[in-house]
């Protein structure tokens, strides 16, 4: 139980809810891919593949934010207000988190406190290790077993290998 005296669950959202898994997963890809795609049109400059990253996440958090609140008011016949778009937005929230640990590292490699190529290397590991980690967390949450356990985590940590194959042979 997760639960507080007060009855609030603490743990990040993305943790909470289905759509925070979905968008966290979902901007983990999002961001890999413009590292990948970034990093061979400049790849000496991984402050830059930085800045995309996160302005790529803002815009689609933006959309999202933006299409779940008109989903809403079409569902609901209803006109959106304020309040509703604060939790469409904070509901889409770990779709924009996901772009900050990788953007760290790029923003370290680009202002020189780490390689460049270790900056990419690492931002795209942490996005691999991340899809690893959520395979695991579903494999857990449904008591899968050893083999089934195996699966999910090989087919979320292809994702992150498929990135990784394009970004050195594309």
């Known amino acids: 139980?997760?639960?507080?005296?007060?009855?609030?669950?603490r743990r990040p959202l993305v943790l909470r809810t289905t759509e925070g898994a979905t968008e966290g997963i979902y901007g983990l890809i999002l961001a890999m891919s413009v590292i990948a795609v970034s990093a061979e049109h400049d790849p000496s400059d991984a402050g830059r593949v930085a800045a995309a990253v996160l302005v790529?996440?803002?815009v689609f958090w933006l959309a999202h934010v933006y299409a779940g609140a008109l989903a809403w008011?079409?569902?609901?016949?209803e006109t959106f207000s304020r309040?509703?778009?604060?939790r469409v937005?904070?509901?889409?929230w770990p779709l924009l988190q996901a772009a900050i640990v990788?953007?760290?590292?790029?923003?370290?490699?680009?202002?020189?406190?780490?390689?460049?190529?270790?900056?990419?290397?690492?931002?795209?590991g942490y996005g691999v290790a991340a899809l690893?980690?959520?395979?695991?967390?579903?494999?857990?949450?449904?008591h899968l077993g050893r083999l089934a356990t195996i699966a999910?985590?090989?087919v979320n940590a292809s994702f992150g290998l498929v990135i990784v194959v394009l970004k050195e042979f594309v």
């Open 89 to 92: 937005a904070g509901r889409e």
């Open 83 to 86: 309040h509703e778009i604060r």
């Open 73 to 77: 008011s079409i569902d609901s016949r």
């Open 1 to 9: 139980d997760h639960s507080t005296t007060s009855g609030r669950d």
């Open 102 to 124: 990788p953007s760290m590292v790029l923003l370290a490699g680009g202002i020189g406190l780490i390689g460049t190529q270790l900056a990419y290397w690492l931002a795209v």
């Open 56 to 58: 790529t996440a803002l």
């Open 152 to 154: 999910v985590v090989l």
């Open 132 to 142: 690893i980690w959520w395979g695991l967390l579903f494999a857990r949450k449904e």
